[in-house]
């Protein structure tokens, strides 16, 4: 049995069974948001396993650190789902299951004979959460999506880059990890919508939808005005003090002086209390309109400024303001290690594992919790008894068949 068996079943959601058949970075996600809220996660793995377990650079015991960082607190039971006596192991857990998490390409669990309407034959009360590139339907339904791809189609990756340069990616995979917190959203969602009404749901969730939906102002302001924003670069459209800027010591900080008194107090610590009663910047849509006077004025004060002293004096001016860390830093911060969010997870064979915590807190919930990312099909055998009431022999016998496999 893993480390996440019995460290799963505490927390807000100890209440639900959640059936995950997803691999990448999406699904997964999702599916340990819900673990880490105390779900039981079954992770339904083929027999070779979910494909991140083999990618490089990083391993632990043969465990890639990429799947490592998306699988705590779950159970892993390797099903073969592409033959018959598969799919009706699968139908049978389906009916002790609230949620079944998957993000298949749209068509192949129909195909499969394991579709929403087979699920809710045997359990009308089931939650099915689709996680998918473009959706269940539409033109672009069967193409295949990755992060890059979403974040290039919705348009975000186009206003990412320096000012005058070239679009790129955003180094967290937004589209990924998006789709996968719209997915517990909508599972919840439909859990919800059970206990209302007894009535199963179906929840479709579109990476590109949701890469779509961010977009928020940016895309307002061009519904608005028919202006196709571009490349953003460290700063802000509407907001001329909400950018990143170089001091003397060569370290980037980011301010973020949104309100008058805010603008204020940055003149005021940069040496420059003349600036707020000068008619080009003294209202905010002024120093829009003179943003790039504005821009030199600044960027050349805190060129003169150490950036632990001007950070400091910021903080005591009431500016919002932060450096540019690199992740070691960001993991070392004593904000982010008073929270929790660099966590230690250790295996029932006494293996360490240092990954990133649950953002979610919850008062009277240990985050001690957490448990080991599990070993491929290492909790096969209790979980076909524990959910089915299969006995040994029986689960020897699937093994023996192809039909299940796992320590």
Known sequence: MSAATSAARTGLLSH????????????????????????????????????????????????????LSVNRNKESVVLNLKVKEGQALFLEMVKRADIVFENYRPGVLERLGIGFEALRKVNPRIVMCSVSGFGQDGPYRDRPAYDIIVQAMSGGMSMTGEEGGRAVRAGVPLGDLAAGM??????????????????????????????????????????????????????????????????GDGIEIVVAANSEKMWEGLCEVLGHAELPKDPRFQERKARL??????????????????????????????????????????????????????VDLRSDEGDTLRVVGNPVKVRGCDEENLGFPPRLGADTTHVLEDLLGATREAIEQWRERGIVGGA
Do not use: W
């Open 182 to 247: 719209f997915g517990v959203i909508g599972a919840l969602a439909g859990v919800a919508h059970v206990n209302a009404t007894g009535e199963g749901k179906h929840i479709d969730v579109a990476m590109l939808d949701c890469q779509i939906s961010m977009l928020t102002y940016q895309a307002a302001y061009y519904l608005m005005s028919g202006e196709v924003p571009g490349l953003q670069g460290r700063g802000h459209r509407s907001l001329t003090t909400y950018r990143a800027y170089l001091c």
């Open 289 to 342: 309109k003179n943003r790039a006077q504005l821009d030199a004025i600044l960027e050349a004060a805190f060129l003169l400024q150490r950036s632990d002293e001007v950070l400091s004096a910021l903080e005591q001016a009431g500016v919002p303001s932060a450096p540019i860390n690199s992740v070691d830093r960001a993991l070392s911060d004593p904000q982010v290690k008073h929270r929790g969010m660099v």
């Open 16 to 67: 639900l069974t959640v059936l995950d058949i997803t691999n990448f970075l999406a699904g997964p996600y999702g599916s340990q948001i819900l673990g880490d809220l105390g779900a039981r996660v079954v992770k339904i793995e083929p027999p070779d396993g979910d494909i991140t377990r083999t990618t490089p650079p990083h391993f632990l015991k043969g465990e890639s650190a990429y799947y």
